[in-house]
């Protein structure tokens, strides 16, 4: 999403495509396992290459990976500002009146370059 306005490829650096929601009821992996496998069978024609992932459990796993604690993230918007969610660069909201709601977070590059 930020490659463009940045004046880069469109695919330059781009390992894989992350597809995050956060879901703190689902805690438990098999919960969420559900989703991930939806979410992969939905965009597998779009991008086989798509990690579909619940921030709401970051925190459970990062202490084992990263050696400290992670907060616990309430919501999309929160886990996209902060690590280790960087790369999560848009996310949606669903609203009760059926529309959504945008969130991005802006270029790091891009800014620091301007």
């Known amino acids: 999403m930020w490659n463009v306005p940045c004046g880069n490829d469109p ?5 894989d495509h992350d597809l995050v929601y956060c879901d ?7 919960g969420g396992d559900l989703v991930i496998q939806a979410g992969g069978r ?10 579909v992932r619940n921030r709401a459990r970051v925190h459970l796993w990062y202490p084992s990976r990263f050696g400290h ?9 929160v886990a996209t500002n902060t690590f280790p969610a ?6 949606i909201r669903p609203q ?3 529309s959504w709601r945008p969130h991005a977070r802006g270029c790091r590059t891009c800014a620091a370059s301007s």
Not at 86 to 91: D, H, K, M, Q, R
């Open 11 to 15: 695919g330059a650096g781009i390992q």
């Open 24 to 30: 703190p009821r689902e805690l438990i992996w098999a």
């Open 42 to 51: 939905a965009c597998a024609r779009l991008a086989p290459d798509v990690e």
């Open 69 to 77: 604690d992670c907060p616990r993230y309430v919501s999309s918007e």
């Open 86 to 91: 960087t790369a999560s660069c848009v996310g």
């Open 96 to 98: 009760s009146n059926s």
